[in-house]
């Protein structure tokens, strides 16, 4: 037995948490050394932790929180939902009433053609459920060999070993032997880091045709599907050329490619759009969802279908042989169930699309003027800002890549607002709910954290390219 200190104070939680917490994406013994910071309640566009700082929430906690923190009407239809019915499955034969409206609800505001809804608890597995469904169904329609996917280098799907494996992360790919086989990952359509000299434009179509250049070379009679974010999100908000996602559909029809659309951040509103995919103006096979459905307050996610591909997977199927205990937990769905209706009560796509949305943006973007930015940029409420010691020149620090992003990081957080750095960036994607008095608070500190960034830059003499 280890003696913690007894009362509930910081210093408490952190010792347990040191003691027995092993936490997703992070370094434990560096980590426990420096203490971890306890979050302790949230309101609204707010979180507080235990120390008693009042933090905005510029990140929705992990790109979840929609409508905001602390709406009691979702946390009272899940409490309402688990008093009736607290846990059955569906797989034998069952379903129970939330879970069939919540496949209705979302069929609804789908793309068109869009109407049959897989459960699962969380984007990852949302992700794994792709790579199955493809493969079978190519495999049902007499094209076993159709199993190879394309994926974007630097994306990200998750962190199971099919998730991680579709996802370009080298850094995950590193750990645990993969990537699974069968998948070939091409250039993403990032035009501040390898645009070079070329146009946004014309480095959109360079980057579509490095997916038809993989299709062509792997087959394709041998490629079932091209997966991709709308906007990359955990890979640092990059937000595609427009000619991109247009070139990649054309070729992905041209070639018989199914096109599945990750939209575990994008989906549910953060484009301003439902989906992410009508923002881009691409029509998918599959979209995967989590994060927002439920804005959090319980985990859930699935794969929506298209009926192109439904009317084969349905009719030559036979049975799937997948599925998870937790698919369509009654919890989740009533979670998810409130949300997407307080999310229509309230207009908050609407609001994203032409009130909060475009207010934030001239804000942020404005940002883009700083000498430390080398651009700025936002959709909806999902945005970036590329930190650079050379703007003309988009040039990286000669410090190690991610040393000025973390640097940054922390001077945000002790000024009370929370942006996430992905490499030398800054990321942001704050709730729907944000009010412009909000907006305004978030970007002065989003300036002021930049000239304090800037000026310790300055004083240690790193405002050097590399
Ligand atoms: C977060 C995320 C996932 C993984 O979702 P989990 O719920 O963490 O498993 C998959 N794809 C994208 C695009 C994501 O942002």
């Known amino acids: ?30 980590l426990n050394a420096e203490g971890v910071r306890v979050i302790t309640h949230a309101e609204g566009s707010y979180v507080y932790d235990s120390e008693g700082n009042k933090i905005l929430d510029g990140m929705s906690g992990l790109w979840c929180s929609q409508v905001g923190h602390g709406r009691h009407e979702i946390v009272d239809a899940i409490s309402d939902q688990l008093k009736k019915l607290d846990y059955y499955n569906t797989f034998f034969k069952t379903t129970h009433p939330a879970a069939t409206e919540l496949a209705a609800a979302i069929a609804e505001v789908a793309p068109k053609g869009m109407k049959r809804v897989f459960f699962t608890s969380g984007g990852s597995e949302a992700v794994d459920t792709v ?17 190879i996917f394309i994926a974007r280098r630097n994306a990200y799907h998750g962190s199971t070993v099919g998730g991680a ?4 992360m080298k850094p995950m790919h590193a750990q645990g032997g993969l990537p699974i086989p069968g998948i070939i ?4 359509p990032y035009w501040w880091a390898e645009g070079g000299d070329m146009t946004p434009e014309e480095f959109g179509l360079h980057a579509a045709r490095e997916v038809a250049r993989a299709i062509d070379e792997a087959g394709p009679e041998n490629v079932g599907a091209f997966i991709g974010e709308p906007i990359q999100g955990a890979g640092g908000v990059i937000i595609p050329p427009s000619t991109y996602w247009p070139e990649v559909q054309k070729i992905c029809r041209e070639r018989n490619v199914l096109i599945v659309s990750d939209e575990v951040i994008c989906g549910f509103g953060r484009t301003g759009e439902w989906f992410g995919c009508q923002y881009m103006g ?35 199927g036979g049975e799937f042989n997948h599925g998870y205990t937790y698919s369509g937990h009654p919890g989740g769905c009533a979670a998810a169930l409130a949300n997407l209706r307080l999310m229509q009560r309230e207009n908050l796509i609407g609001r994203v699309k032409s009130d909060i949305g475009p207010y934030l943006q001239e804000r942020w973007l404005k940002l883009g003027d700083h000498p430390l930015v080398g651009e700025a940029r936002m959709i909806g409420l999902i945005g970036a800002l590329e930190l650079t010691p050379d703007k003309a020149k988009r040039a990286k620090f000669a410090q190690e890549e991610g040393t000025v992003g973390l640097l940054c990081r922390d001077f945000s957080f002790r000024e009370g607002l929370v942006m996430r750095a992905v490499r030398d960036s800054m990321i942001l994607a704050p709730p729907f709910t944000l009010s412009k008095q909000e907006a305004d608070e978030l970007a002065d500190t989003a300036l002021r954290v930049l000239d304090l960034t800037y000026a310790e830059l300055k004083a240690r003499d790193w405002l050097k390219s590399a």
């Open 131 to 147: 790579i199955r469904m493809v493969r079978h169904y190519w495999a049902s329609m007499g094209k076993p060999e159709k199993h």
């Open 165 to 168: 494996s579709l996802g370009g």
């Open 185 to 188: 990952h091409v250039q993403q």
């Open 1 to 30: 037995m280890t003696s913690a200190p007894v009362s509930n104070s910081t210093a408490h939680w952190r010792h347990l948490d040191a003691e027995h917490h092993l936490h997703p994406f992070s370094n434990t013994k560096s």
């Open 282 to 316: 691409v029509e998918p096979d599959l979209i995967t969802f989590a994060k927002g459905v439920t804005s959090g307050y319980f985990p859930l996610g699935g794969v929506i279908m298209g009926e192109r591909m439904a009317e084969g997977f349905i009719e030559h």
